[in-house]
Structure formats: C-alpha cells, structure tokens
C-alpha cells in the first residue's frame, strides 16, 4: 500500500495547499547569522534546522509527540535512513550510538549521560544532533515530559511516543521492498537467491530468517512424485556481537538463543495437517493465528523444547513458484524488537515471491546448464585411443562459464596399418545447434575414417554433409593422418588455422598446408600434402580460439605459439622432448585476460614412430603354397626379434588368415609384422567383404579359421579399404 506524502493539515509557508507535491514544497531562508551552525544529527536521518539560534526544526512528517509550534518557515529533513526503524518507547534500533538521541527526561540546559554536546562529534564519527535553544533537549525529539503525542493522520488514534507514523514506514517499506528484491533479483543460482533473501531480511526487516525448500526441488513442469518434503536450507540471524571493522566477530555463545536453536532439518508435510493447509492458502500469515499456531510444531519439529516468539513476531510465508508450492520461510522477531504489523504481511508476501521465482529460474536454468554439459560431454572423446607409435593429449576450455556449450571438437581415430587420424573442427556459433551440428560432422568424420579415405576425400564428403543440415552450416576443419611405420604424416586443411609442428632440437615451425575453403561453403576441391613427421617430434592441433581474440588477429596469436612452444622446449634441452601434458597446459597460460572470446580445442601428437627393424613386410602371391610360406617367414622374423616362445601360436594363426585370404584374393596378399609394445599381425587382400565370425558345425570342412583367432589372439578385427580389406590380431609379448 502506498500513500503519497503530502500533509494538507498544516500546509507549509510558500507552498500551496492544492499542489500535488505538497508539504515538499519548501520555501528558501536566508540563513540567520546570529547564532552558531548547529550540526546534522548523525544516525537519526535528522537534518539540522536554519542555523540560528531562533529557528527551532520541524519535519517533514510531524512525529508523534514532537514539536508543534514550529516556524513555519523551517526546513524539513528527509525520511530517516532505510534499515535503521524507529524503536517504541523511544528506544534506539539495533546498532545504534549511544549519543544520538538523548533521553526525553533530560532536564533543560543539562545533557544526558551519553549524549554529545552541540557542535561534538557523536562515538562511531557521527554528528551530534541538534538542540532546541534554551533546552538541553534534541530538535523533533518525541515524548516530551507534558506534552501529548500527535494522532495519526490516517486512523485518528494516538501514536506512541518514540514510534514513526504509519505513513513514514510506508514509505521505508516501500524502499526497503525495492532494494530486497534487486538484490534477491541478482542471484543466478540457488544458494545466491536464498542467501540474498536472508541478507536483505536480517536485521533490516527480522531478527532471523529460516528457509525451507522442497526436496528434491520439481524442474519446471515436472510433476513431483512422493511426499511433499521441506529441507532446511538456510538460517541467519542478526549476530549477538560485532567486530571493531563493524563486521561480526565469530565469538561463540555460552547458551543458544531461542532464535539459534529454532528449526529442523527435514520435515515431511502430511496430507491434510494444519502446515499442509497453510501452504496451500499461500499467503504469509502471522504465527499467533490458529492455523499457523498449529502449523510451526510440524515444520520446526515435534521434538522442540523452546517457546515461540509471543503476539505477532513470526510470519510465515509460504514460497510458490509458476505452478506449485516449493518452500516456506519463516521470519521471526526478538522480544526486544516491536512486532510485526499488518502491512508487514504485504512485505513478505513480495519477498516470498521474489525469491519462489527466483528459486524456479535458478533451477531451470541449472538443469540447462547440466544438459549442456552432458551434451558437451558426450560429444568429445571421452577417452584417447591408444595408438601405436603415437603418444596423444587433449584440452577443452569452453568460452564461459555462462558458454558451455560451442562448435569445436577434436578426435583421434585408430586406422588400419597402425596409423592414426587426428582430426579437429570449429562450427560457427556458441549455442546448442552448434553442438548438435559438430556432433554429426565428428559422426561423420569417424565414418569416412574408417572407410580408409584419403584426408581430401574426407573433407569433401564433411562438405556435403554440412550443406545437407543446411545452407548457413558453416565450419572449418583440419584433418591429418600419421603413419607410424613411413614417419610421414598427411594433412588437408578446409579453412582451419595451420598446425605447428615442435621439433625434438627445440624448433618450432608452422606448416606450410593450403587453407582451403571452410566446410559447407559447397563447390569447392580440397587438397593434401604429405610431411616429414620425425620421431620425438610434436604436432599440435588447435582451434582459433587459442589464437584470436579481441587483442589480436590471428596470425599474431599464432606467432606467439610458436614462440611459446620454442621457449617450452629449451627447458628440457635439445634431447629430450617436454612431457606432453604439461607442454598443453603451459600453452593454455598464454591465454590473456581478454582473450577467452572462444571455446578452444586442443590435441597434441607426440611421433615416436615404428623403428625399421621392428617391421617385417612381404608380398605373397595367391597360390596354394602360400599359406607354408607366411609360416616360415614369420619363424624367422620372430627369431631374429627374440620372441620364439610365440611362434607357434603366431605360425597357427597366420595360416588360417592367409588361407582365407588367398582363397578368394586375385591379387598379391601383403603380410606385415610390427613388433611394438605388442606384436601384431596384418593380413591384407583385395577382396573388400569382410570375415565374420561363425559357429561351424561338426561336418563343416571349414569355417574355424576365425574361432582359433578371436580364442588365441589378445584382440582382432578387419577394416575394409578402399583397395580392399585387412585383417589384423595382435599378440601378448612375452
């Protein structure tokens, strides 16, 4: 409710009474000479009169039991500071100094013990109020001895003395709404609403706040199964003592407070019980009504052994979001604070929802932010593959906490042959569309991967697959594939920025690869180069986002890199390569305050490569002695490696895979040994069906080849190429 402040009972000189500002309208006084400036009251919100001896101060809104033969001519001061409510019978709010007001039966001439004479300084640095002249007694001070308190304007009754008009709180109410809802406004999550409410309450509007919210907390439309539970979920309190810095010191009591010890942690609201009722009715009530009386024991707990704040010094008010109730937040009051009035109800009402809404944002907005992260989860690799001759590390950093979600993704993907694909991509945008829309390019890029294409190739096929999800599907995309066994290493770029390759003397260099157009511009050919990749050497893969900010281009942040990468390297020396982990968070540490504009995808390979004399190559023709002759040079390879212990299962193997092969193949079979941390064996044809694993039967000549492989080998598969298949199994050394 609000009032507008205007009194047309004693309209003030030089306004007039008709005008809608009313008694604001002030009249201006040359200030009078002839006695000494009186200094502004510190702590009241008081201002001080026209300087002068013979101008006594009125308000704005007379106070009960102030002054009423006023100049009509003085000025009148501003409402009293919000946060700071006038006490009854005179007494001081929570806080307040001691010299601020002197006490009412302060003979004349004389000054209160505590009080500040005129022209001092008030304890804290507070001004001393003013003093009416001839008396020892404050300007405007209520509850003068023989003189009778003003009614109130509104209901005709007498006010008590030392207490604010009903339309002076109104208007403290009102500010006091308003800056408790900003600030409750201001929260994102659930802890930051719930602890703003109980900040902006305590101590300015109760003594002690407790929130209860449901448990579990219903998501939107979702309807909640179960009971109805309400889980303590804050409490505060105004503190018993203050620290010198005017903070709370954390000085422990000898006995709890009622107000400390009020509230349990769990309670279940029961179907038709005087709380359940309570807080289908919404609206806050006062604790001194039935309903509430017998709703308290059930929320705070049966088991209490403390009494209730008597008369009207609790509210409860229930806390109901779009569409259902969530929680309840009771306020409480001390004895020595003046209860709760009727429009305080209307206060809690608005911080009640206020903070019920605020509660169902903040829970909306948590489940989007963990569906963004599962999203952004499962899009990238969970795990790196474990390759032969390569070591692998990732990093992603999102744009913002706010940003979760972007287009950029990496990947390695095992090929046939022991080589390996690394892959990594940006899509346009920060939003769940360039999530999805990343999440079928990385589905496609692994499909063609497997398929054995050229990186070219791959990248045409990316490029029509992004014009199919649409004509503003836009992304860039660099796609490399290192052989192991050749140390050669095959990139095409479609407009991505260039990888840069660290040397194992410590050079850095950036390589040279055509940019190419990004991926859905459509119409266009990509085209690849083939690389040294040395062993101890490190590539490095990265989106822009690493490179580009609102502080520099592009091609700055990529000479910075490589500068970075260069100094890395000198740390650990010319011989040996720094750790692959740390060389990618030292590189992230070149990321300046202002330059985390972009999500950023990184992968870095370390080349160990496949030594020439741990690799065994031969061409078999397909001839029926060719499964005898696979025996004998796997034999020998594995003598000449120290490995005889596995040459019988090796030689057993080997022959059933080159019986099929040879069996339908119309060109030379390859056969290769590769002895890394495992041994393994690859079989390849031109034959472009791949073998499956079947259960023979008993009168079956045949079919038992796989079965030996998939009991005896430590694992095995077939990739299909685009020249036909391989069949690879892999042995435990040793």
Same mark, same amino acid.
């Given at each position: 409710?609000?009032?507008?402040?205007?009194?047309?009972?004693?309209?003030?000189?030089?306004?007039?009474?008709?005008?809608?500002?009313?008694?604001?309208?002030?009249?201006?006084?040359?200030?009078?000479? #002839?006695?000494?400036?009186?200094?502004?009251?510190?702590?009241?919100?008081?201002?001080?009169?026209?300087?002068?001896?013979?101008?006594?101060?009125?308000?704005?809104?007379?106070?009960?039991?102030?002054?009423?033969?006023?100049?009509?001519?003085?000025?009148?001061?501003?409402?009293?500071?919000?946060?700071?409510?006038?006490?009854?019978?005179?007494?001081?709010?929570?806080?307040?100094?001691?010299?601020?007001?002197?006490?009412?039966?302060?003979?004349?001439?004389?000054?209160?013990?505590?009080?500040?004479?005129?022209?001092?300084?008030?304890?804290?640095?507070?001004?001393?109020?003013?003093?009416?002249?001839? #008396?020892?007694?404050?300007?405007?001070?209520?509850?003068?001895?023989?003189?009778?308190?003003?009614?109130?304007?509104?209901?005709?009754?007498?006010?008590?003395?030392?207490?604010?008009?009903?339309?002076?709180?109104?208007?403290?109410?009102?500010? =006091?709404?308003?800056?408790?809802?900003?600030?409750?406004?201001?929260?994102? @999550?659930?802890?930051?609403?719930?602890?703003?409410?109980?900040?902006?309450?305590?101590?300015?509007?109760?003594?002690?706040?407790?929130?209860?919210?449901?448990?579990?907390?219903?998501?939107?439309?979702?309807?909640?199964?179960?009971?109805?539970?309400?889980?303590?979920?804050?409490?505060?309190?105004?503190?018993?003592?203050?620290?010198?810095?005017?903070?709370?010191?954390?000085?422990?009591?000898?006995?709890?407070?009622?107000?400390?010890?009020?509230?349990?942690?769990?309670?279940?609201?029961?179907?038709?019980?005087?709380?359940?009722?309570?807080?289908?009715?919404?609206?806050?009530?006062?604790?001194?009504?039935?309903?509430?009386?017998?709703?308290?024991?059930?929320?705070?707990?049966?088991?209490?052994?403390?009494?209730?704040?008597?008369?009207?010094? +609790?509210?409860?008010?229930?806390?109901?979001?779009?569409?259902?109730?969530?929680?309840?937040?009771? =306020?409480?009051?001390?004895?020595?604070?003046?209860?709760?009035?009727?429009? @305080?109800?209307?206060?809690?009402?608005?911080?009640?929802?206020?903070?019920?809404?605020?509660?169902?944002?903040?829970?909306?907005?948590?489940?989007?932010?963990?569906?963004?992260?599962?999203?952004?989860?499962?899009?990238?690799?969970?795990?790196?593959?474990?390759?032969?001759?390569?070591?692998?590390?990732?990093?992603?950093?999102?744009?913002?906490?706010?940003?979760?979600?972007?287009?950029?993704?990496?990947?390695?993907?095992?090929?046939?042959?022991?080589?390996?694909?690394?892959?990594?991509?940006?899509?346009?945008?920060?939003?769940?569309?360039?999530?999805?829309?990343?999440?079928?390019?990385?589905?496609?890029?692994?499909?063609? +991967?497997?398929?054995?294409?050229?990186?070219?190739?791959?990248?045409?096929?990316? @490029?029509?697959?992004?014009?199919?999800?649409?004509?503003?599907?836009?992304?860039?995309?660099?796609?490399?594939?290192?052989?192991?066994?050749?140390?050669?290493?095959?990139?095409?770029?479609?407009?991505?920025?260039?990888?840069?390759?660290?040397?194992?003397?410590?050079?850095?260099?950036?390589?040279?690869?055509?940019?190419?157009?990004?991926?859905?511009?459509?119409?266009?050919?990509?085209?690849?180069?083939?690389?040294?990749?040395?062993?101890?050497?490190?590539?490095?893969?990265?989106?822009?986002?690493?490179?580009?900010?609102?502080?520099?281009?592009?091609?700055?942040?990529?000479?910075?890199?490589?500068?970075?990468?260069?100094?890395?390297?000198?740390?650990?020396?010319?011989?040996?390569?720094?750790?692959?982990?740390?060389?990618?968070?030292?590189?992230?540490?070149?990321?300046?305050?202002?330059?985390?504009?972009?999500?950023?995808?990184?992968?870095?390979?370390?080349?160990?490569?496949?030594?020439?004399?741990?690799?065994?190559?031969?061409?078999?023709?397909?001839?029926?002695?060719?499964?005898?002759?696979?025996?004998?040079?796997?034999?020998?390879?594995?003598?000449?490696?120290?490995?005889?212990?596995?040459?019988?299962?090796?030689?057993?193997?080997?022959?059933?895979?080159?019986?099929?092969?040879?069996?339908?193949?119309?060109?030379?079979?390859?056969?290769?040994?590769?002895?890394?941390?495992?041994?393994?064996?690859?079989?390849?044809?031109?034959?472009?069906?791949?073998?499956?694993?079947?259960?023979?039967?008993?009168?079956?000549?045949?079919?038992?080849?796989?079965?030996?492989?998939?009991?005896?080998?430590?694992?095995?598969?077939?990739?299909?190429?685009?020249?036909?298949?391989?069949?690879?199994?892999?042995?435990?050394?040793?």
């Amino acid at each position: 409710m609000t009032e507008h402040p205007t009194s047309f009972d004693r309209p003030s000189t030089g306004g007039d009474p008709t005008d809608p500002r009313g008694a604001l309208l002030r009249t201006p006084v040359p200030p009078d000479t #002839s006695g000494p400036a009186l200094p502004a009251q510190g702590r009241t919100g008081r201002t001080p009169t026209a300087a002068g001896a013979g101008s006594p101060g009125t308000f704005e809104h007379a106070q009960p039991g102030a002054e009423q033969a006023a100049e009509p001519d003085a000025h009148r001061p501003r409402p009293v500071s919000e946060g700071v409510p006038v006490q009854p019978d005179g007494g001081q709010p929570p806080g307040a100094r001691s010299g601020d007001v002197p006490p009412a039966d302060t003979a004349p001439g004389d000054v209160a013990a505590g009080a500040v004479p005129p022209g001092d300084v008030a304890p804290g640095g507070g001004p001393a109020g003013p003093v009416r002249p001839g #008396s020892g007694e404050p300007a405007g001070v209520a509850g003068r001895p023989g003189e009778a308190p003003e009614p109130d304007r509104r209901t005709g009754q007498p006010t008590a003395p030392g207490r604010p008009t009903p339309m002076r709180r109104d208007g403290d109410r009102l500010r =006091f709404v308003g800056a408790a809802t900003r600030r409750i406004a201001r929260g994102m @999550d659930l802890d930051e609403i719930v602890m703003g409410l109980c900040r902006a309450t305590v101590p300015t509007f109760a003594d002690a706040i407790l929130v209860y919210l449901r448990e579990p907390l219903p998501v939107g439309d979702e309807r909640p199964t179960g009971p109805l539970v309400l889980r303590l979920r804050r409490t505060d309190r105004i503190p018993a003592e203050r620290d010198t810095e005017g903070g709370f010191a954390p000085v422990p009591q000898p006995e709890p407070t009622e107000l400390e010890t009020v509230g349990a942690e769990l309670c279940e609201v029961r179907p038709g019980s005087a709380l359940a009722e309570v807080l289908r009715g919404v609206r806050p009530v006062f604790t001194d009504t039935p309903a509430a009386h017998a709703a308290l024991p059930e929320l705070l707990g049966e088991e209490r052994d403390f009494p209730l704040p008597d008369g009207r010094r +609790a509210i409860l008010a229930p806390l109901r979001g779009r569409r259902r109730v969530i929680g309840a937040a009771l =306020f409480l009051r001390g004895p020595e604070r003046i209860a709760f009035e009727a429009d @305080d109800l209307l206060v809690a009402a608005q911080l009640a929802t206020h903070s019920a809404l605020g509660i169902d944002k903040a829970v909306l907005y948590g489940r989007e932010a963990y569906i963004a992260d599962e999203l952004q989860r499962t899009m990238l690799p969970e795990n790196l593959p474990r390759c032969t001759g390569v070591r692998l590390a990732s990093r992603y950093l999102p744009a913002a906490e706010t940003a979760r979600v972007g287009g950029d993704w990496y990947d390695a993907i095992p090929l046939p042959g022991s080589r390996v694909a690394l892959v990594v991509g940006d899509v346009m945008g920060h939003s769940m569309t360039s999530a999805a829309i990343m999440g079928q390019l990385r589905t496609t890029a692994q499909t063609l +991967a497997g398929l054995d294409l050229p990186p070219q190739e791959v990248l045409h096929h990316l @490029d029509e697959q992004a014009q199919r999800l649409g004509t503003d599907r836009m992304a860039t995309c660099l796609y490399a594939v290192y052989d192991p066994v050749t140390h050669r290493i095959t990139v095409a770029n479609a407009g991505h920025p260039p990888p840069v390759l660290l040397h194992l003397g410590g050079h850095a260099e950036v390589l040279r690869v055509p940019a190419g157009a990004p991926i859905g511009v459509g119409g266009v050919d990509f085209e690849a180069v083939e690389l040294d990749a040395p062993a101890g050497a490190t590539l490095l893969l990265y989106t822009d986002g690493l490179v580009e900010s609102r502080l520099r281009d592009v091609w700055t942040g990529i000479e910075q890199l490589r500068e970075r990468l260069a100094a890395t390297a000198q740390l650990t020396g010319p011989d040996h390569p720094p750790p692959l982990e740390a060389l990618c968070d030292e590189v992230l540490d070149m990321l300046g305050p202002g330059d985390r504009d972009d999500d950023i995808a990184l992968l870095a390979a370390r080349f160990d490569g496949i030594a020439p004399s741990d690799v065994a190559y031969w061409f078999l023709e397909p001839e029926d002695a060719a499964p005898g002759k696979a025996r004998r040079l796997a034999r020998r390879a594995l003598a000449r490696w120290g490995m005889e212990d596995l040459t019988d299962s090796v030689e057993l193997l080997v022959s059933e895979v080159v019986t099929n092969a040879v069996r339908y193949a119309s060109k030379p079979v390859t056969l290769r040994l590769l002895r890394t941390d495992v041994l393994r064996c690859e079989v390849g044809d031109d034959v472009p069906q791949l073998p499956r694993l079947r259960q023979a039967r008993a009168t079956d000549e045949g079919g038992r080849g796989l079965y030996l492989v998939n009991r005896l080998a430590r694992r095995w598969g077939a990739t299909r190429l685009s020249t036909g298949k391989v069949v690879w199994f892999e042995l435990n050394r040793g």
